[in-house]
């Protein structure tokens, strides 16, 4: 059940040795890969997927078959740092704030594809739907809140789950968001808090 790291993945040799060993014992070892190479897709994480899936010319036969597992490949984008943020430098475009805001509130990867900026929905998790009150604009940010009327107007979520809402402050009282099922954020004051 170890967790092999390896931060300079390569082509993927690693990963192929993890899956090969729980093949062989019957363990559950995971394993994380980081390559900052443009081939990182292509050649490494295209390695795991047909060591995975199974190489039909290998002399292996277990590898011709296939070793099993799943995994997970993340592009990552630019970080979101606060001091450029603090010092006015850039405020992270809506997609960048809701894909942060959305893992770190969830632990769930946003779907881009779900994002609408129009009405700030991010998305949706196991728990919430997730909505995000926010624009890259100090002087917005400073004058916006999440008010009753922004509360009336959010839909009802999907049964068994909650809106959860990111908004720079809020207006409503914490009854009334419990009775619409809504569970409120702030956003991280450093980023509208700018002179």
Do not use: C
């Amino acid at each position: 059940s170890d967790i092999i790291l390896d931060s300079f993945a390569g082509s993927g040799t690693t990963a192929h040795a993890v899956l090969a060993l729980n093949q062989e014992d019957g363990g559950n070892r995971k394993f994380i890969l980081v390559e900052m190479e443009d081939y990182a897709d292509a050649v490494t994480a295209e390695r795991v997927r047909r060591v995975m899936r199974g190489v039909p010319g290998a002399k292996n036969e277990a590898l011709r078959a296939g070793l099993g597992g799943s995994f997970s490949f993340f592009d990552l984008g630019e970080a979101i740092r606060m001091e450029p943020i603090l010092e006015g430098e850039r405020l992270p475009a809506f997609a960048e704030m809701a894909r942060y805001l959305f893992f770190n509130a969830t632990g769930e990867q946003l779907t881009p594809t779900a994002l609408r900026e129009t009405d700030g929905y991010a998305g949706e998790s196991r728990h919430y739907a997730v909505w995000l009150h926010y624009r890259p604009d100090p002087a917005w940010l400073r004058s916006h809140g999440f008010a009753l009327d922004d509360a009336l107007a959010l839909p009802k979520p999907p049964e068994g789950k909650r809106n959860l809402v990111f908004a720079p402050m809020k207006f409503v009282d914490d009854d009334t968001l419990r009775e619409l099922r809504i569970d409120f954020l702030q956003l991280p004051f450093e980023i509208y808090k700018m002179a």
